[in-house]
C-alpha cells in the first residue's frame, strides 16, 4: 500500500474493517484453538470476547505511539514474574532443558555412539547390570540409543514450529493489515491447507519421495502444519490494527512498514507465540508418529518413534521396549504442553 | 440465508484445489503404474498405449483430474489397476471406519462434557486440577503409545475388551479402539467445555438470574450450559471429520479392517486411485462437516444470522 496521507489511510483503514474484523476473533483461550472456529463462530467471538492482555494492554498507552513497545515490555515483565512462582512453569523447563541437553550433546549422556558396539546376543534383554535400560531388538544399549534418539525429535519439533512461525507472521501480518483480495487468497489457501488430513497427507508425500531425512521431514510437517499459527495470527493483527495506538502512529506519519512491525506485531504476538509453545510439542508426538508408521525417518537414522516402532510387535514380552522411549517422549511432549499453558496463563490476567 | 449460499461458495474453491492437490501428489509417485502393473514380461506397445489410452494416462494433469471428478460426483471412484473398481473395495472397509469414529465421537461428547462441566463448576477444585492434569496427559501420550497400552491393559491383562479385530460387532469390539481414538479429543472437549463454562460462569446475564433468584441448576443447566457449549458443538462437528481421517494408527493396533488401514496399504503399495478415492472422499466429509457447524451455529447463536 503506497503512504497517504493520515486522513486517507484512516477512511480506508475503517471501511476496510467491518468486513475483515467480522471473520475472526482475537483469540482468548488457546483450547478453543482457532483451527475449530469457523467463520460463524469467529464472528460472535469477536464480539463477546472479552480483552485479553494483549488488549488492555495496548490500549493502556493511548496516544504516544512509542509507549506500545513499553507496555508490550511490561506484559512480558509481568508474564515473567508469574511465572517465577510457578512449579510447572520450572518443572517443565527442567526437563526441557536436559532434554535439549541431551540433543545438543549426547555423547556426554550415552555411553555409546548411535547404533554403536551393538551385541547382537543381548537382543532385547531387560534392564540389568550394565544397562540401566535394557537392549534394544539390534542388541544395542538402550539408554544410549534413547539419548541419540532425542535429538530427531527436539530439531524436528523446534525447527517446524520455527518456520511454521515464520510463515504465520508473515502471511497474517500482510493478510490482516492490507485485507482486501491478498487477504482473501491467503485466507482460501489456508483453508485449503486445513482441509489435508494430517497422518494421510504426510504419508503421501514421504512415500513419494523415499529417501529423506531429517530436514525433509521438516519441510512436509511445516507444509501441513503453518495454518493454524496463520488463522490466529491474521486474526490478531485484524483484532490489534484498528486500535486507537496505530491510528495515533498513523497520524504521525508512521509508514505501513513501521506501523505492522513496531506497533501490530508486538501488541498481537503473544497468543501465537504461546500455540507455537504447545505447537513444538504437537510437531514432536506427529513425527513420532510418521516413524512409527514406517514412512518417517528410516533406519540408521536414530529416534524415539523408530524405536517404538520396533516394539510394536514386541512389547507384550518386552514391555521395556515400548515404556522408555514412550517415557521420554511423552516427558518431552507434556513439557512442551505445559509449558505453553503456563505461558499462557501468565499472559492472560483474566485467570488471575 | 445469504449467509449459507456465501460459505457455500467460498467451500467450493477450496474443495476444488485441495482435492487436485491430492490427485496431483499421488499421481506424482514415481513409477509407471502400467508397467508395474505387468510385472517382469514385456509388454507389446499397443497393450501399452490402449491401457494409457483407457486410463487417460496420456492426457495432461489437469484434463485426468477433470475426468476423475466427473466420476466421483456420479459415485464412480475409479478402477484399481488390477480393475477391481475402488468404491466396491471400500464399501465395507467405510462401516468399520464410521462405527469406530461414531464411538469414538460418542465418548468424546459424553465423557468429554461431562468432566467438562465437573471441572468448570468449581473452578480450583480438586475435580478440576485432575481433569486439567489428566488432559493435558491424555493429549501429550501420541495415540499409538495409549493404544498399545490400552491393549495391553485392558484387553489382555484384565480381559474386559476384545483385544483385536471386528468379531464380536459393534459396539462391543469397538469400544476400546473407540476410546483410544476419541482420547485426544476427549481431552480437548473437556478442556474447551471448561473454560467456555467457566467464562460463562462470569457473564452478566448469569449474575443476573442470581439476582432474579433462580435456582443455581437452572442457572447452570439452563443458562451457562447452552451458551458455553456452542465452541464444543463447532469442535464436535469438525472433529467427526479429523476422527474419520485419524484412524489409521488406531485401525493398525487393534487390526480393524478400515479405510485407514487400506489407504495405508495402498499408499505403499502405489495404488494412486484407492488413495485419491478415500482422500478425496475424507475431504468432502471434512468441507461439509465444517459447513454443516457453520450453518449450525446460525441457529444456535441468533446473532450470527443477524449479522
Given amino acids: ?352 | 440465508m445469504r449467509y449459507a449460499v456465501q460459505r457455500l461458495i467460498q467451500a467450493v474453491p477450496v474443495f476444488v484445489v485441495t482435492t487436485f492437490l491430492i490427485y496431483t501428489m499421488v499421481f506424482a509417485l514415481p513409477g509407471d503404474p502400467i508397467l508395474a502393473l505387468a510385472g517382469d514380461k514385456p509388454v507389446p506397445e499397443q497393450v501399452l498405449d490402449v491401457l494409457r489410452e483407457r486410463y487417460h494416462l496420456n492426457d495432461p494433469l489437469l484434463v485426468q483430474y477433470g475426468y476423475y471428478m466427473l466420476g466421483v460426483f456420479r459415485g464412480d471412484l475409479g478402477e484399481t489397476f488390477t480393475g477391481q473398481p475402488v468404491s466396491e473395495l471400500l464399501q465395507d472397509r467405510w462401516a468399520v471406519t464410521a462405527q469406530l469414529a461414531v464411538t469414538a465421537w460418542i465418548f468424546e461428547l459424553v465423557v468429554g462434557i461431562g468432566l467438562g462441566v465437573l471441572a468448570g463448576l468449581r473452578r480450583g477444585g480438586a475435580a478440576d486440577t485432575a481433569v486439567l492434569a489428566g488432559t493435558t496427559f491424555v493429549i501429550a501420550v501420541p495415540v499409538f503409545v495409549v493404544g498399545y497400552t490400552a491393549q495391553i491393559l485392558f484387553g489382555l491383562n484384565l480381559g474386559l475388551f476384545p483385544t483385536a479385530g471386528t468379531d464380536e460387532g459393534w459396539p462391543v469390539s469397538y469400544l476400546l479402539p473407540g476410546m483410544v481414538l476419541g482420547s485426544f479429543g476427549l481431552a480437548y472437549v473437556a478442556r474447551l467445555t471448561r473454560t467456555s463454562l467457566v467464562e460463562n460462569l462470569r457473564a452478566d446475564y448469569v449474575r443476573t438470574a442470581t439476582a432474579k433468584g433462580l435456582g443455581r441448576r437452572r442457572i447452570v443447566g439452563l443458562h451457562a450450559l447452552r451458551n458455553s457449549l456452542i465452541p464444543v458443538v463447532t469442535y464436535l462437528g469438525i472433529d467427526f471429520g479429523n476422527l474419520m481421517a485419524g484412524a489409521v494408527v488406531t485401525e493398525g493396533i487393534f487390526n480393524l479392517p478400515g479405510i485407514g488401514q487400506q489407504v495405508f496399504q495402498s499408499i505403499q503399495l502405489q495404488e494412486g486411485p484407492v488413495v485419491v478415492g478415500v482422500v478425496t472422499l475424507l475431504v468432502m466429509i471434512f468441507i461439509v462437516a465444517n459447513l454443516v457447524v457453520d450453518l449450525l451455529y446460525g441457529v444456535l447463536d441468533p446473532r450470527i444470522r443477524r449479522a
Fill in chain 1, 1 to 352: 500500500m503506497p503512504e497517504f496521507p493520515p486522513e486517507a489511510t484512516d477512511r480506508t483503514a475503517s471501511e476496510r474493517a467491518p468486513e475483515t474484523a467480522s471473520e475472526t476473533m482475537p483469540e482468548t483461550a488457546f483450547e478453543t484453538a482457532s483451527e475449530t472456529m469457523p467463520k460463524a463462530a469467529q464472528k460472535t467471538a469477536q464480539k463477546s470476547a472479552p480483552k485479553t492482555a494483549y488488549d488492555t494492554a495496548a490500549e493502556d498507552p493511548g496516544e504516544d505511539p512509542g509507549e506500545a513497545d513499553k507496555a508490550g515490555g511490561s506484559l512480558w515483565r509481568d508474564a515473567w514474574m508469574e511465572l517465577r512462582g510457578r512449579f510447572v512453569f520450572w518443572m517443565s523447563a527442567v526437563i526441557l532443558v536436559v532434554a535439549g541437553a541431551m540433543a545438543a550433546f549426547p555423547d556426554v549422556f550415552a555411553g555409546m555412539g548411535p547404533n554403536e558396539s551393538c551385541d547382537l546376543r543381548m537382543s532385547k534383554h531387560g534392564p540389568g547390570d550394565g544397562a540401566v535400560f535394557g537392549y534394544d531388538i539390534q542388541g544395542c544399549d538402550y539408554w544410549s540409543q534413547i539419548v541419540h534418539g532425542t535429538r530427531a525429535s527436539i530439531m524436528i519439533g523446534v525447527a517446524v514450529t520455527v518456520f511454521a512461525l515464520l510463515i504465520a507472521v508473515a502471511l497474517g501480518l500482510f493478510g490482516g493489515y492490507y485485507g482486501g483480495v491478498l487477504d482473501a487468497l491467503i485466507s482460501r489457501i489456508t483453508d485449503v491447507f486445513f482441509g489435508i488430513p494430517f497422518v494421510l497427507g504426510a504419508t503421501v508425500v514421504l512415500v513419494a519421495f523415499p529417501g529423506h531425512g531429517m530436514w525433509a521431514m521438516t519441510l512436509v510437517l511445516v507444509l501441513l502444519g503453518w495454518t493454524t499459527m496463520t488463522r490466529l495470527m491474521r486474526g490478531q493483527v485484524i483484532a490489534v490494527k484498528d486500535m486507537d495506538f496505530v491510528a495515533a502512529a498513523r497520524m504521525l506519519g508512521a509508514g505501513d512498514r513501521r506501523i505492522m512491525f513496531r506497533h501490530i506485531l508486538p501488541n498481537a504476538i503473544a497468543p501465537v507465540f504461546v500455540v507455537a509453545m504447545l505447537n513444538v510439542g504437537n510437531v514432536i508426538a506427529g513425527e513420532a508418529t510418521l516413524d512409527y508408521l514406517g514412512v518417517g525417518l528410516q533406519y540408521p537414522d536414530v529416534s524415539w518413534g523408530l524405536q517404538l516402532n520396533v516394539a510394536q510387535t514386541f512389547f507384550a514380552e518386552y514391555p521395556h521396549l515400548l515404556v522408555f522411549p514412550a517415557l521420554f517422549l511423552t516427558a518431552t511432549v507434556l513439557s512442551f504442553l505445559m509449558l505453553g499453558d503456563v505461558v499462557r496463563d501468565a499472559l492472560d490476567p483474566k485467570l488471575r
